[in-house]
């Protein structure tokens, strides 16, 4: 999992095909079990990327992420996107990873 922390960042991943995208907080103890799972899920599936922000520390590019994609903000919050497109995104105690597999299976070939 690689943290990503500007716009500039995010736009450079975002032509890879397909990617996770988690909103973590560093504060939170749902974010913590989000995070977790993820942490799972990209040590079984290392094919798969997957990028995390901070929120506390990248409030920009969070807010920028719910603007330019239409999603309203939640943390904990993960997106799975492919060529600028959100394929599936979810929250809370929904970030599992039993969730994430299920939604490569249905997304990706």
């Not at 990209?42 to 798969?48: F, I, N, R, T, V």
């Not at 943390?75 to 599992?96: C, D, E, G, R």
């Amino acid at each position: 999992m690689k943290k990503i922390h500007s716009w500039e960042e995010f736009k450079s991943i975002d032509t890879a095909n397909p990617f996770y995208f988690l909103k973590n907080s560093t504060t939170c103890p749902i974010s913590q079990s989000a995070y977790e799972e993820a942490e799972k899920f990209a040590e079984d599936h290392p094919d798969m990327p997957i990028y995390y922000l901070n929120v506390q520390e990248s409030r920009s590019l969070s807010n920028k992420i719910a603007d330019e994609f239409n999603v309203k903000h939640e943390s904990p919050q993960i997106f799975l996107f492919s060529t600028h497109t959100v394929l599936y995104n979810n929250s809370h105690w929904n970030i599992t990873y039993s969730a994430l597999v299920d939604q490569v299976k249905k997304h990706v070939p």
